[in-house]
Every structure is written in structure tokens, then in C-alpha cells.
């Protein structure tokens, strides 16, 4: 006889990676999805939430500002982790930066054991930070972050010098110093050296992997 009683729904372990603008937060995810196995992840970085650009907020010198966290629906994306954390299906937006607006397409994403959430203001925002079970915040140097964002911007966003740097005084540094750089006290780990650091990223994936191990165990008993 096949048995009718339902089977234990195993709450997905929910890990956070913040860092300021060319810390290495998309290194590490990508380091953290190698070690743990893509099958087991669902990756949501917070740039899918942008809003249309007409909604983004403007800083001094008429600056799109892309860094202040009126720029994303924070709120959808917490409905999306909840629906994950459930066990439910959700259906991400997908943006394009070219034109800085939503496509009129989504990305459907199924719930997996590990959900992974990115982006700069993940802990300045405490109705998503309060979402994850590990909290981790990649740190470096600015000057390594004002190089790595410069290269980034010119070469493949075909950005001149001056515009990237009139960008990063008005708006990118001052939004880091306001949002990103006191959110690091929320952190549970802080990884130096940006995605280079392996000995640290071993150490967040082996616990993550216990945790979820933890989760499906708690599940056989119940």
C-alpha cells in the first residue's frame, strides 16, 4: 500500500554575498555554485531588480544613480526568496542594461536546496538580509574597486575614463559609504581579498553544505 502521508518540505538554506562595486561578490557566488554543484542552487543576483529607468533615482549633476537602494523593487525580490523558501516556483525579471529597462520576458526559477541572493545592498535592505541563514560580505581595498570598476566600464561597457570616474564621485562612492560599507556589520563572514581568498570560500561552502545536510536530516524526522 502506498502510503498518502505528504513528505517533509526541506526549507532551502538561503545565503547572502554583498560587497561594495568591484569587491569580487560575483567571484565568490560563482566559486560558492562550483563547490556546492549548480543542480543545488538557485542564484538570484539583486541587479535583476532594477527598475525602469524612469524610476531610478537621480544624484548630484543629474546622475542616474544606480547605487541607492531606490534603484531596485527590494520588495519583489523578498516575495520571490519567500516563494523559494517554501517550495514554490517564482519568475525573476530579467533586465537589460543596455536600454536600462525590464524585458518583457522572465526567468522561471524552481526552488533548489541553496539559494543564493548577490548585490551591494543586500544587507543594507533588513527585510531581505533577515531572509538568510549566512550572511557573507566580500571586502577589498577601494582603490583595487575604483580599478576593477574602471576596466569593467570601458571595456565592456565602452564608458570613457572621465565618465566612469564623474559617476563613481557623484554617486557609486558616496552611496558605498552611506549603505554598503555599514551594512558589513551584518555579516556573519567578512571575506578579505576579494574571490581570491579560497581558503575562506572553502570554509563558508563546507558550512553551507552541513547546513543544508542539517536541513534534509530535520526533515527525515519530522
Given at each position: 500500500m502506498v502510503s498518502?502521508?505528504?513528505?517533509?518540505?526541506?526549507?532551502p538554506?538561503?545565503?547572502?554575498?554583498?560587497?561594495?562595486?568591484?569587491?569580487g561578490?560575483?567571484?565568490?557566488?560563482?566559486?560558492?555554485?562550483?563547490?556546492i554543484g549548480a543542480?543545488?542552487?538557485v542564484?538570484l543576483?539583486?541587479?535583476s531588480?532594477?527598475?525602469?529607468l524612469a524610476?531610478?533615482?537621480?544624484?548630484?549633476n543629474?546622475?542616474?544613480n544606480?547605487?541607492?537602494?531606490?534603484?531596485l523593487?527590494?520588495?519583489?525580490?523578498v516575495?520571490h526568496?519567500?516563494?523559494?523558501?517554501q517550495?514554490n516556483?517564482?519568475?525573476?525579471?530579467?533586465?537589460?542594461f543596455?536600454?536600462?529597462?525590464r524585458?518583457?520576458?522572465?526567468?522561471?526559477?524552481e526552488p533548489?536546496p541553496l539559494?543564493?541572493?548577490?548585490?551591494?545592498?543586500?544587507?543594507a535592505?533588513?527585510?531581505?538580509?533577515?531572509?538568510?541563514?549566512?550572511r557573507?560580505?566580500?571586502?577589498?581595498d577601494?582603490?583595487?574597486?575604483?580599478i576593477?570598476?574602471?576596466r569593467r566600464?570601458?571595456?565592456?561597457?565602452g564608458?570613457?575614463?572621465?565618465?566612469?570616474?564623474?559617476?563613481?564621485?557623484?554617486?557609486v562612492?558616496p552611496m558605498?559609504?552611506?549603505?554598503?560599507?555599514?551594512s558589513?556589520?551584518y555579516?556573519?563572514?567578512i571575506?578579505?581579498e576579494?574571490?581570491?581568498?579560497?581558503v575562506?570560500?572553502d570554509?563558508?561552502?563546507?558550512?553551507?553544505?552541513?547546513?543544508?545536510?542539517?536541513?534534509?536530516q530535520?526533515?527525515?524526522?519530522?
Open positions: 498518502t502521508t505528504p513528505r517533509p518540505t526541506i526549507r538554506v538561503t545565503i547572502g554575498v554583498a560587497g561594495g562595486t568591484g569587491s561578490k560575483t567571484t565568490v557566488s560563482k566559486a560558492l555554485v562550483e563547490r543542480h543545488n542552487v542564484y543576483p539583486h541587479d531588480y532594477y527598475k525602469d524610476d531610478i533615482p537621480v544624484a548630484n543629474e546622475i542616474i544606480f547605487d541607492h537602494p531606490n534603484s523593487e527590494t520588495t519583489l525580490m516575495e526568496v519567500k516563494q523559494l523558501q517550495g516556483a517564482v519568475d525573476v525579471p530579467l533586465y537589460d543596455s536600454t536600462h529597462s524585458r518583457a520576458e522572465t526567468q522561471h526559477i533548489c539559494i543564493l541572493i548577490e548585490g551591494i545592498l543586500i544587507f535592505e533588513p527585510a531581505l538580509r533577515d531572509l538568510c541563514d549566512v557573507v560580505f566580500v571586502d577589498i577601494a582603490d583595487v574597486r575604483l576593477r570598476r574602471l566600464d570601458i571595456i565592456e561597457r564608458r570613457s575614463v572621465e565618465s566612469v570616474l564623474h559617476q563613481y564621485m557623484e554617486a562612492r558605498h559609504l552611506e549603505f554598503v560599507e555599514p558589513k556589520r555579516a556573519n563572514v571575506i578579505p576579494g574571490g581570491y581568498n579560497t575562506a570560500i570554509l563558508v561552502a563546507d558550512h553551507v553544505r552541513r547546513l543544508m545536510n542539517e536541513r534534509v530535520q526533515a527525515a524526522e519530522e
